[in-house]
């Protein structure tokens, strides 16, 4: 029954192909070129893309999954990408929006390049993110705000059914990958402070 | 880097146990061990294999984003293989971070100033290889952690741990945002069409970036 209920909310094992490539290369193109302002920034965007305006996932999945990235290594936005285009459209899904989502980026920064070994300088590009950060702190607000009430909601109604939160699980630390996941992770965050 | 190395050799186990083309195992397996050889050489003469192994150990390794990934490239491309200068490292991070998407082009950058275009695709590909890895891996895992109530407990911990990281991040980015009452202003105007008529973020960001050209136009 458990295992029936999970499956309907992650549809994704089943059925994997939802959203065609094209869609997803034109939507990862786009966040490719505009999402300024760092890791944060790109998932504020990419949660009104992909659950508020699209519905490819419902919030709880978003959330899931940008969990699962801070438990591996690598850039946690890309990562993000790289599981929507997984969850919507199986494997070509992964590469196409993972792809999408670097090349804008990675094509200005080789223009970029250019200019600095032909001119021996970089160009005055500053001026753009005095214009963006102020409306990209908007956008994370919004967004952090949302997904932190689902995040709260559904510890809370952990902690309801089973006395088993996430302190709780230190206990099963030895049993339970997940688990030592987390620690891994934890004793990483420290390690980095 | 004992986190990094703890989870390879997790995801090695995963790697062996899984059925899938044998082909495609031993090569993946086979680039994460001879990426972790690669740093043992230090200052050996620049080659686009030692470039793309480098850039696969800073990608398998990354935890935590910006500062993880300004220390990793120091250690590695300006002390222990003394490729680029330190003036090199900070003009590629600050490319990085003035241009959309993920802050890693920077390595699209210090690889065109070792190996011209061939060496931007080979550095882009490499450090971003291992997180197509690590997602292809930990993906399918993330609807069956969810099934055990155990484990989606410890996810509900991870997730605000996760949100909680990225609220520390943004109050960083608070403080070298609003710098005067313009971005005050543009804050939060943005933040009211946002909430009250959902406009498209994307059209926020270019309005935002022309005000910004724009501004710097009629100062100079």
């Known amino acids: 029954m458990d295992e029936r209920v999970a499956a309907t909310k992650y549809s994704d094992a089943s059925a994997p192909r939802h959203t065609s490539l094209l869609e997803l290369a034109r939507l990862f193109l786009k966040l490719g070129m505009v999402a300024f302002g760092g890791p944060p920034a790109h998932i504020a965007m990419m949660e009104d893309e992909v659950v508020s305006r699209r519905g490819w996932l419902t919030r709880e999945q978003f959330l899931d999954f940008l969990g699962a990235t801070n438990l591996i290594p690598g850039p946690n936005s890309t990562e993000m990408a790289i599981h929507v285009g997984r969850v919507r459209a199986g494997w070509t899904g992964l590469l196409v929006a993972g792809a999408s989502f670097i090349l804008p980026s990675a094509v200005m920064v080789t223009a970029l390049a250019w200019a600095y070994v032909r001119f021996g300088s970089l160009p005055q590009v500053a001026g753009i993110l005095y214009g963006v950060k102020p409306i990209v702190i908007a956008l994370i607000v919004q967004a952090v705000f949302k997904l932190a009430k689902t995040a709260v909601k559904s510890t809370s109604i952990a902690h309801r059914g089973r006395v088993c939160g996430a302190g709780d699980g230190a206990w099963h630390g030895s049993t339970c990958r997940a688990c030592r996941w987390w620690f891994v992770d934890w004793a990483g965050l420290l390690a980095a402070l | ?220």
């Open chain 2, 1 to 220: 880097m004992l986190a990094g190395g703890g989870l390879l050799t997790g995801l090695a186990y995963w790697l062996r146990s899984d059925k899938r083309t044998s082909v495609k195992t031993l090569l993946l397996s086979g680039s994460g061990l001879s990426a972790f050889a690669a740093p043992s050489d230090a200052g050996a003469s620049f080659s686009l294999t030692a470039l793309f192994l480098v850039f696969l150990k800073i990608g398998a390794i990354l935890f935590g984003g910006g500062y993880v990934l300004v220390a990793l490239i120091r250690s590695n491309l300006v002390a222990g293989l003394g490729w680029i200068s330190e003036r090199q490292l900070l003009d590629a991070i600050a490319m990085g971070q003035v241009t959309p998407g993920p802050l890693s082009t920077t390595a699209t950058f210090i690889g065109y100033l070792l190996g011209g275009l061939p060496g931007a695709v080979i550095a882009t590909v490499a450090i971003f290889l291992p997180a197509f890895f690590f997602v292809a891996i930990s993906g399918p895992l993330v609807p069956r952690l969810r099934q055990s109530p155990l484990a989606g407990a410890v996810l509900d911990g991870v997730n605000v741990a996760a949100l909680a990281l990225i609220a520390v991040a943004t109050w960083q980015l608070f403080r070298s945002a609003v710098v005067d009452g313009a971005t005050l202003v543009m804050a939060a105007l943005s933040l009211f069409l946002l909430i009250v008529y959902r406009v498209n973020s994307v059209w926020l960001v270019v309005g935002g970036a022309l005000i910004g050209v724009g501004s710097t136009l009629l100062r100079s």
